[in-house]
């Protein structure tokens, strides 16, 4: 089974702090994702990578930022944390190679920000 | 752009029945995929099902299957025999298979309650 692993269940930081969430897959793939998730909004996509030093924004890529040195970690980094990047982040990865591959999911992050 | 939109925010149903949640898509690619995933308590997203837009035939999954209606842009989920693991949010998604990389757009979510 493919595995995602998101490095904190739950985080509180500050307002105006540097924040990084981390994510690593462990089944090569080429494609990985962060996402938010809000109540009524779905998911929606912050970043994506389709291989490493590669990145392309989403749809809300404002405030974020990203980094993928390696193949298996995608972290995503709020260069200044803000109240309303309270959210739920989640990593996802999927197989480059493979049409219509579905995403793995991460647990997901609960980020407050106070 | 593609859109996904999911109309109920919140549905239910008795244990051991049947019920469809519903979805609806913009497009104007013909190559697509079409995804229903699963949220439960526990935040994992699980994938349900997935369908290809080529394919006529409705996938199904065990007690999950789709009513894929491409002229319409529909895509419903029917869960028959409800049992009370499936409860969860669940949502509907759209990959493109013409563009590259392999994004997935998701609707709002359906909150979906089981009662025994």
């Known amino acids: 089974d493919v595995k995602v692993t998101q490095s904190s269940r739950y985080l509180v930081k500050r307002t105006g702090e540097k924040v990084f969430l981390e994510c690593v897959q462990d089944?090569?793939?080429?494609?990985m994702f962060w996402y938010r998730q809000d109540p009524g909004l779905g998911l929606r996509l912050i970043y994506f990578s389709y291989d490493v030093k590669m990145k392309e924004k989403g749809d809300i890529p404002e405030g974020y930022s990203v980094s993928r040195e390696k193949k298996e970690r995608f972290s995503l980094i709020l260069e200044s944390a803000s109240t309303n990047q309270t959210s739920m982040y989640l990593c996802?990865?999927?197989?480059?190679?493979?049409?219509?591959?579905?995403?793995?999911f991460g647990n997901g992050t609960r980020l407050t920000v106070t | 752009a593609q859109t996904v939109t999911q109309s109920q925010p919140e549905m239910s149903v008795q244990e051991a029945e049947t019920v469809t949640l519903s979805c609806t898509y913009d497009t104007s690619e013909s190559d697509y995929y079409l995804f229903w995933y699963k949220q439960p308590p526990s935040r994992q997203m699980i994938l349900v099902i997935r369908q290809e837009a080529y394919k006529q035939q409705n996938a199904t999954e065990n007690r999950f299957s789709v009513n894929f209606q491409k002229a319409a842009k529909s895509f419903s989920l029917k869960i028959s025999d409800s049992q009370l693991g499936d409860a969860a949010m669940y949502f509907c998604a759209y990959r493109s298979a013409e563009t590259s990389g392999s994004r997935l757009t998701f609707g709002e979510g359906t909150q979906l309650t089981v009662n025994p």
């Open positions: 996802a990865s999927s197989a480059g190679y493979l049409r219509g591959s579905p995403l793995h």
């Open positions: 089944m090569d793939h080429e494609n």
